[in-house]
């Protein structure tokens, strides 16, 4: 049974988790890397490291060293457009804690970690004392996703069914912060 550290991404961290996130973009999402959606994945440390309310925190194999899996958090908001304008204006920046880039490599899934990475994140978010709010979307297609959202969360809008021609595709949820 392998056995993992979770912790707050350090300098040495970073080359890994970016490797995880390009990987789940390529394989689970089949975009592939897209400079509008994607610029804090090849460069991670200003949109989650060096700002203090964002944090990005990895899953370390303690067997080989390597990253397993990701989650960050930032204080922005989704942004209008792409997304509905009711939830740009019911999660505004500064006071919504999103939780972003959700990746565990597929030969380590099934072993808790992105529900340990996440409960690590709410904790976070707690502990800021700044956020009202818990917002985060997701691909249907991504393998488990919907599962542990539903989970831990409630789905707000399926750009499937509510929005026309079926929106991006993409489903939004709110999780509790208490």
């Known amino acids: 049974m392998r056995e993992y550290s979770i912790r707050e991404a350090t300098a040495a961290d970073i080359d890994?988790?970016?490797a995880v996130m390009l990987d789940a973009v390529y394989r689970d999402f089949g975009?592939?890397?897209?400079?509008?959606?994607?610029?804090?994945?090849i460069d991670p440390v200003p949109f989650y490291v060096t700002p203090a309310r964002h944090t990005l925190l990895v899953a370390v194999d303690?067997?080989?060293g390597t990253v397993a899996a990701t989650a960050a958090l930032d204080a922005r908001g989704p942004a209008h457009p792409p997304?509905?304008?009711w939830l740009a204006e019911r999660f505004p920046s500064?006071?919504?804690a999103q939780l972003r880039r959700v990746y565990?490599?597929?030969e380590h899934r099934r072993r808790g970690l992105a529900r340990q990475l996440v409960d690590r994140?709410?904790?976070f978010a707690r502990t800021d004392g700044g956020y009202r709010s818990v917002y985060l979307h997701t691909y249907p297609d991504s393998p488990a996703a919907m599962g542990l959202w539903k989970a831990l969360g409630k789905v707000l809008c399926d750009e499937r069914e509510e929005m026309p021609g079926g929106g991006s595709g993409v489903v939004?949820?709110?999780?509790?912060?208490?």
């Open 31 to 41: 975009t592939g890397y897209v400079p509008r959606w994607h610029a804090d994945i």
């Open 104 to 106: 565990v490599r597929p």
């Open 16 to 18: 890994g988790a970016r």
């Open 94 to 96: 500064g006071e919504t």
């Open 83 to 85: 997304n509905p304008g």
């Open 172 to 178: 939004h949820f709110e999780l509790p912060l208490a």
């Open 121 to 123: 994140l709410l904790d």
């Open 62 to 64: 303690e067997h080989d």
